[in-house]
Structures are given as C-alpha cells and as structure tokens.
C-alpha cells in the first residue's frame, strides 16, 4: 500500500469517526427530548378528568 493510499484511508476513517460521532450526540439528544416531552405529557391532565373553572389572566 502506498503513502498516498494510507493517508486516503486515514481521511475516510476520520471522516467516518466524525459522522459517527454528530449521529451519536443526535442520538442521545432526541432520546433526552422524548423523556422531557413525555414528562411534560405527563403533567398535562387528561381531558375526561372535571376540571375547576380558571379565572383569567389580567394583562396589563
């Protein structure tokens, strides 16, 4: 294998560590978003649940 060869080798497996890496951290960042939209879907009540009369907001 030529110098020439090798470094081309080299670029594809940096390149390739690289994408690797930007799929890892999207990764884990979509599964942390899930578990927050899930928690926030938690706290929503549910619609066949009575709810009190809310009063409104004053503005201004």
Do not use: H, N
Request: glycine share 4%; aromatic share 6%; with cysteine.
């Amino acid at each position: 294998m030529s110098t020439t060869e090798k470094y081309v080798t080299a670029a594809y497996c940096v390149v390739f560590a690289l994408v690797l890496v930007y799929v890892l951290i999207l990764a884990l960042k979509l599964q942390r978003l899930e578990r927050e939209v899930d928690e926030l879907a938690g706290r929503v009540p549910d619609e066949d649940t009575e709810q009190a009369p809310q009063e409104p907001a004053r503005v201004g």
